[in-house]
Nanobody
Framework: QVQLVESGGGLVQAGGSLRLSCAAS????????VGWFRQAPGKEREFVAA????????YYADSVKGRFTISRDNAKNTADLQMNSLKPEDTAVYYC????????????????WGQGTQVTVSS
């Protein structure tokens, strides 16, 4: 069974760092993009970052640009999200997703999702 599994979430103080990892089991990341999204309580799921298969092109939401870095390791079949200078407003459940088609900033463009990992940033 194909699965995406996120790990690395937790509780951190504002200004701290966390590294999230997304591992694909049961298949390789053959899709062109891998994306990270997040969903805060009472809010819609929103785009955070995406990376191309080669890792050469990355895309970020304005709210995380300069603080977060997305990368992928095709040999390990993983896609990581390094989060620095975390803010309380970064608190959310973070999901990785495998791209299908369409605009990569939209959740509807992804057809496989992980279960999510909680990130909580205290002030």
């Amino acid at each position: 069974q194909v699965q995406l599994v996120e790990s690395g979430g937790g509780l951190v103080q504002a200004g701290g760092s966390l590294r999230l990892s997304c591992a694909a089991s049961g298949r390789t990341f053959s899709t062109s993009f891998v994306g990270w999204f997040r969903q805060a309580p009472g809010k819609e799921r929103e785009f955070v970052a995406a990376v191309t298969w080669s890792g050469g092109n990355t895309y970020y939401a304005d709210s995380v640009k300069g603080r977060f870095t997305i990368s992928r390791d095709n040999a390990k079949n993983t896609a990581d999200l390094q989060m620095n200078s975390l803010k309380p407003e970064d608190t959310a459940v973070y999901y990785c997703a495998s791209y299908y088609r369409g605009d990569l900033y939209y959740t509807s463009s992804y057809n496989l999702w992980g279960q999510g990992t909680q990130v909580t940033v205290s002030s």
